[in-house]
């Protein structure tokens, strides 16, 4: 059942509704349609390079959420980085990207789930290197807010 929320039409919202992720309302952003399917990818496993459907990276994640959402991206972190709208932390919502490090040596990124914390394909052991929510204070070094 992982893999069937690949788009988002009447038989997939469904599936959403049953796993518990997403209300009907908020399932119609593209914002909470990329979260939601980061969600289900949950316990996946982190592999440098991976693009999914069984392992992914962390741009390899967000580059597949915002694509099954309609609204495809670049495939790295430091090109997401560099064609999103850069905004506040103030501003975040679920949905949108959070990256870390420089703005020229940007080395991860996740997508803000709420509550200060972010889905993401996580290269630390300590976290079992899968996708995994975690809050974004684990991370050190800089951060950066954006939104597709």
């Known amino acids: 059942m992982k893999r069937a929320i690949a788009t988002f039409g009447t038989a997939a919202a469904a ?7 997403a ?3 908020s399932a119609a952003t593209l914002q909470s349609k990329a979260l939601t399917y980061a969600k289900v990818q949950l316990g996946e496993p982190y592999v440098y390079g991976a693009e999914g459907p069984n392992a992914w990276d962390c741009s390899g994640l967000t580059w597949a959420a915002y694509k099954a959402s309609g609204h495809p991206i670049t ?17 975040i919502k679920p949905g949108d990207l959070v990256f870390f490090g420089g703005v020229h040596s940007i080395s991860h990124v996740g997508i803000y789930a709420g509550g200060g914390k972010i889905v993401n394909a ?16 684990e991370y050190s ?3 950066h807010y954006g939104r597709v």
């Open 122 to 137: 996580n290269t630390g052991a300590y976290r079992g290197r899968k996708v995994v929510t975690a809050p974004i204070s």
């Open 75 to 91: 495939r790295t972190a430091q090109t997401q980085f560099n064609h999103v709208q850069h905004i506040f932390y103030s501003q």
């Open 15 to 21: 599936a959403v509704l049953t796993l518990g992720l």
């Open 23 to 25: 209300t009907p309302s």
């Open 141 to 143: 070094g800089q951060r």
